[in-house]
Nanobody
Framework: QVQLVESGGGLVQAGGSLRLSCAAS????????MGWYRQAPGKQRDLVAF??????????DSVKGRFTISSISRDNAKTTVFLQMNSLKPKDTAVYYC?????????WGQGTQVTVAT
């Protein structure tokens, strides 16, 4: 089992920045990638950014150039992932979920609210 704990959400004015963190614990060996997803009210959960064990990153088009994903690895497994969010917009308002992929199974954090005020 993998447990994921997110932190760093909150309320920010449009144009501001936030940094989300997610720490993995438990059976972290074998985690091959970690990422961030978000879900706005009444909408589906969508990918924001993902980083693989090799460092390859993938971003949603809507956040390219504004968000940066990074991570810390230990013993060839991802253990912590960060999401630096700059130039935030009201449409970025959502619950942000951390995910970890281990042996083709996705684990999820409890989510952290990000609210961007106009």
């Amino acid at each position: 089992q993998v447990q994921l704990v997110e932190s760093g959400g909150g309320l920010v004015q449009a144009g501001g920045s936030l940094r989300l963190s997610c720490a993995a614990s438990g059976s972290t060996s074998g985690i091959s990638g970690m990422g961030w997803y978000r879900q706005a009210p009444g909408k589906q959960r969508d990918l924001v950014a993902f980083i693989s064990i090799g460092g390859t990153t993938n971003y949603a088009d809507s956040v390219k150039g504004r968000f940066t994903i990074s991570s810390i690895s230990r013993d060839n497994a991802k253990t912590t992932v960060f999401l630096q969010m700059n130039s935030l917009k009201p449409k970025d308002t959502a619950v942000y979920y951390c995910s970890a992929n281990r042996w083709s199974y996705d684990y999820w954090g409890q989510g952290t609210q990000v609210t961007v005020a106009t």
